[in-house]
């Protein structure tokens, strides 16, 4: 029996990894994926985010936008750290897509991914203005937590560890978009402005957690890499969100 089989039943059963070295090549590429679909989503995320920090309407606001934006910088270059440790040009990763890209408002990009660019596509998608960021932020940093609640339970115990680290500060980061929210909320004009934008992103937040019947969900499985599936871990954030919304913006 191979040293690549063992690992794998050993994976399969549960055990973790703690470096590069022992990694099957498939599994080595497909937690690749996973940390670039991360990185890039966090360095897209903090772009488009910046862009908005003088819309705040107070030094509060922008205070919390600037804070968000470090902190997502922060969390990519600790996963593209461990990225590097399996041969990621982390020197060049900065700035090999142009993270403050955007496509049209109303362009359709389904699940296909753009030129090696692994962000999930709910970041190609331009913002527009104060309450348009706030509420995207809301929803997507609500999957943002569900997304990291499964992967610290992934295989690859370094990740898994960062992850664990991270996940607070992006639960932080929903809550001060709700907090956000409650204020434009106050006025009908403002409620009447998160309604909309929330119909616009909703679909594509969906999105971002990927196809219901994913065919490489099992093989994911079977390397520790992946627990839920796809439609389980959508369930819980629309379950959620659908009771947040409720409340929220009645």
Not at 116 to 133: Q, T
Request: aromatic share 8%; charged share 30%; with cysteine.
């Amino acid at each position: 029996m191979s040293d690549d089989v063992d690992i794998q039943d050993y994976l399969a059963r549960g055990g973790k990894l703690s470096a590069p070295d022992n990694a099957p090549p498939r599994y080595r590429a497909e937690l690749m994926r996973i940390m670039a679909s991360f990185v890039d989503s966090e360095l897209a995320g903090a772009a488009g985010f910046a862009d908005l920090i003088n819309a705040g309407p107070g030094i509060k606001e922008r205070i919390t936008a600037a804070r968000i934006v470090t902190e997502k910088l922060d969390h990519a270059e600790r996963v593209l750290k461990i990225m590097g440790e399996f041969g990621a040009n982390t020197a060049r990763y900065m700035n090999v897509h142009p993270w403050a890209e955007r496509v049209g408002r109303e362009d359709d990009l389904g699940a296909t991914r753009r030129a090696g660019d692994m962000r999930l596509n709910v970041f190609h998608y331009p913002l527009e203005g104060w309450a348009d960021a706030v509420a995207m932020n809301v929803l997507m940093g609500r999957a943002t937590v569900v997304q990291l609640n499964e992967l610290t339970q992934c295989s690859y115990q370094p990740l898994a560890e960062a992850f664990l680290e991270i996940l607070p500060r992006e639960q932080r980061h929903a809550e001060l978009g709700e907090e956000g929210i409650k204020r434009i909320a106050e006025e009908e004009s403002g409620r009447s402005q998160i309604k909309t934008s929330v119909d616009y992103w909703l679909p594509h937040v969906a999105a971002s957690f990927g196809a219901r019947d994913s065919s490489r969900f099992e093989m994911l499985s079977r390397f520790g890499l992946r627990h839920r599936s796809n439609e389980d871990l959508l369930g819980e954030w629309k379950k959620g969100v659908d009771q947040y919304l409720s409340d929220a913006i009645k």
